[in-house]
């Protein structure tokens, strides 16, 4: 039994739900489909979502929606016209469209509803294209499949008791396609996930279910061991454990949403990223635990957007409590860190720079100067982190020189070095400018 999830740009119109349609019949063991909202149909093109946020945000601020809306719309009708299925779905999503923009809910109850239409309206279309080819099939509401959350709009949580609810589905003989991206609380207020989260939904329902593989169809081949925007042709990446990919995902892999390991790491379930373009091709497996290999890394991930606080005192290990009042100064102002590597008399807090909005900073820096007293603090922004992941790390000697022999051979300056408690991952601080050519040659070195 399996459970497969399919990505915006595996929905993003007729051609490629058609492509959708001949999976799902060429395997009788995917009896669970999730579905994100249509993706871009090309480069320049639109995500069906970020139109949604654009409507709530006009709506929001009182302005005039018809203009967004029809875009909207034009987009689902050529969907359902090239399927050739019943236009009663249009009115169906239409109606949805008007009935949250003119509801009495608040502004944030409103966006969620909004942004989940993406997701609903795929599954409804999806759901009648596999009755229209043949394939006995049934949309379900995440309410009625019982996938129930806690009240946090655009940040949901699973709640436990979901998953008893969920295996109930196993009793249904039908293709059950369900809509990912949101739940319900149990006072019945649609929530959504983070945005990317359907592929946390299709986790979910593969460990609701205890499925035996959880397929996530998206637009590549495989996992790559470096991204391919710095590296002509990278290699791929056949298994993975499930740490090394929640490494790489936090660090900017977005073939994968990162917290969408979760579910299926506690159950077990073997998760395969697949192509919906090209789904013979194996793919790339994401397990438990792998075998050991000589290859000690599995790939090298980076991604732009942090900034650094970094503070200096004397004796500073010997202050109890210094941590913890830094810390307390952050969480009193909601920002929250990513990573927090220190010395002696030093320490560094790793933000990302959304977090630290440059109207905050003066306030940041005066709290911790009346607070802490330290002899130095300084605020660095415009950073990037590196990330070497494998869990073949632990057991290699010599492996930081090597990486940072490579970064000083691209003729670039480490600002921060953190190696993982997991042991799983090492981590580089340096300017966001030189990303593309320390990446060029870490690669070089790891893998060529």
Known sequence: MKVAKFGGSSVANADQLRKVGNIIKADPQRRFIVVSAPGKRFKSDRKITDMLIELGEVHCNNGQTDEYVYPIMQRFNEIVEELNISGEILESISQSIQSILHSKNSDPEKMDALKSIGEDSSAKILSAYLNHIGISAKYVNPQDAGILVSNEPGNAKILPESYEKIYNLRDSEEVLVIPGFFGYTKNGKLITFSRGGSDITGSIVAAGVKAGLYENFTDVDSVFSVNPAFVKDPQKITTLTYKEM?????????????????PAYKDEIPVCIKNTNNPEAPGTYIVSEKKPSEKCVVGIASDTGF????????????????????????????????????????????????GLPIAKEKKILQRIQADLHPDLISIHR???????????????????????????????????????SSEVSMMFGIKAEDLDKAVKSLYHVFFE
């Open 382 to 420: 415009n950073l990037a982190m590196i990330m070497i992941v494998g869990e073949g790390l632990v057991r290699t000697i010599g492996l930081a020189q090597k990486a940072t022999t490579a970064i000083a051979s691209a003729n670039v300056n480490i600002e921060m070095i953190n190696q993982g």
């Open 246 to 262: 929640r490494e790489l995902s936090y660090a900017g892999f977005s073939v994968f949403h990162d917290e969408a390991l979760i």
């Open 307 to 354: 900034c650094s606080i970094y503070i200096s005192k004397y004796l500073m290990n010997r202050e109890i409590g210094f941590g913890r009042k830094l810390f307390h100064i952050l969480e009193d102002e909601g920002i929250s860190f990513e990573h927090a590597p220190s010395g002696i008399d030093d320490m560094s807090i790793i933000l990302r720079e959304s």
